[in-house]
């Protein structure tokens, strides 16, 4: 059973076109981060949403925490091939009030934008 | 600085090779990870280390090898390795310990491992 949804899978676009991702889980996270990666690349930190209806701005990207804080959302406006890579949501539950434990990720999604 | 840096980037080896692959960060951080990657897949948590010590073990086989020799290194040693065991192995540290329940991992760049 996969703790976290993301969708959708795939998502090819044109450049200027908006989207949004999706991260659901019936389980509630401490914290839910948004990973960007490209390939042979590490994947890299765009975001940590901490406080449920939390709303985040990084420049045309929009990350929303829900009021649970059992699902995120990503949303990109006027897409760029820049932002062509894969996109990971994780999250960090509570274990015995210790975060060191395990960071759960979503099964991504590959985004592709066209010139 | 956010910065985990992991050697080699590029490994080839064969099946009878011994070979280890290394990160080291100086966040500070107490938390250490290794993950494995397969191609358009999400990381697969293999191992983490909470100060120096082995604290989760993900039924990882034994001949991955983890190894915490201080707060700031981890190794992975790899003994006896199969074809399917190629991947991108990244290694991730965050603050870890405690009751911080909001601490993000930051990654390296990750070592690519082809077995031949």
């Known amino acids: 059973t996969q703790l976290l949804e993301q969708s959708p899978q795939f998502l090819s676009i044109q450049e200027g076109e908006n989207l949004t991702v999706y991260c659901n889980s019936s389980s509630v996270f401490s914290s839910l981060q948004w990973y960007r990666q490209e390939p042979g690349e590490g994947p890299v930190l765009l975001v940590t949403?901490?406080?449920?209806?939390e709303v985040k701005k990084l420049k045309r990207l929009t990350f929303q925490f829900g009021d649970a804080r059992k699902d995120s959302s990503l949303h990109i406006t006027a897409a760029q091939p820049g932002d062509t890579g894969l996109y990971l949501c994780?999250?960090?539950?509570?274990?015995?009030?210790?975060?060191?434990?395990?960071?759960?990720f979503g099964q991504g999604t590959i985004l592709t934008v066209h010139p | 600085d956010t910065e985990v840096t992991q050697t080699p980037k590029h490994l080839v080896m064969g099946m009878t090779n011994k070979k280890s692959l290394k990160c080291e960060q100086h966040m500070g951080h107490r938390a250490m990870y290794w993950y494995k990657q397969k191609a358009k897949k999400p990381p697969e948590l293999m191992f983490v280390?909470?100060?120096?010590?082995?604290?989760i073990n993900e039924s990882v086989p034994s001949r991955f090898s983890p190894e915490c020799p201080n707060s700031s290194l981890l190794n992975l040693h790899l003994h006896a390795l199969q074809p399917e065991d190629s991947a991108l192995y990244l290694c991730?540290?965050?603050?870890?310990?405690?009751?911080?329940?909001?601490?993000?991992?930051?990654f390296g760049q990750g070592t690519r491992l082809t077995v031949v």
């Open positions: 994780a999250g960090r539950k509570l274990a015995g009030g210790t975060s060191y434990g395990k960071l759960t």
């Open positions: 949403v901490v406080t449920g209806g």
């Open positions: 991730a540290s965050s603050q870890g310990g405690g009751r911080r329940v909001y601490t993000e991992a930051f």
């Open positions: 280390y909470s100060y120096e010590k082995l604290s």
